[in-house]
């Protein structure tokens, strides 16, 4: 990804989808915002017990950037589920298709309309269809890459939009690599029985002989592929958040004690 600096602001972009004119996109570092402590700087979420109006401060600093503003903005609401909805403008305000209380991915094809997903650790996906100008965002932990986030999203695109999924470009954004993910083995038995494919990416742990290690960008990635979209479309940021915890907040390696990470999309 290329780093973008604007005077304390940083964030991070993926070249192949900024070279297609057709978006502005970000994925949040930890600098330039306003909280301080334990969530400095930039923090994108209020689950972890910040200041509400630094946090709005952090919103409108970063939407500023990509040219617009909190209001311009659909966040998805995340809960480790695979809810996907629609979002559109309805008169001056934006709206949602359905109308969960929770979703974690979002998609539309409306100009001038953000999506947001956010995350410390977790994988964000970005999705632009650049032939039919229809974008989407999603989060996923470990569950949602076992509930083939992904392909959830794809699927919404080809139904809303008619999307075909050869025509979508994917950014996998900073997120905790195989490096770090280490589970316990009834987590990787549950990506066994949901996905067949997930096997060989599963590996025994260097130190530690209970535990395993999952490489969940892999599997996003296998998913992706198996979803239709093409290898040379698919960018991997490669970044560990909980290795790099000087520009990311990382759950893993700081618990509570932190703020989010956010991932942002727009057609131009
Ligand atoms: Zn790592």
Known sequence: MERIKKGDLEYLIFPSLEK?????HAFSTRHGGVSEGVYESMNLTLRTGDDPEKVCENFRIITEALGTDPAHLVRARANHGTTVVRAFWKNDSWEIVPKPEKYDAVVTNEPNLCIGAFGSDCVIIFYLDTKLKAI???HGGWRGTADAMPMHVIEKM????????KD???????SIGRCCFEVDTPVADEFREK????????FPHEEKPEKLKIDLWGINTETLLRSGVLPENIELAGICTMCHTEDFFSHRKMGMNRGGNGGFIMLR
């Open 20 to 24: 297609t004119g057709l978006v502005r």
């Open 195 to 202: 996905l067949d494919y997930s096997d060989k990416y599963i």
């Open 168 to 174: 979508i470009m994917i950014g996998i954004s900073p």
């Open 158 to 165: 080809q139904a809303e939009f008619g999307s075909d999924p």
């Open 136 to 138: 989407g965002i999603s």
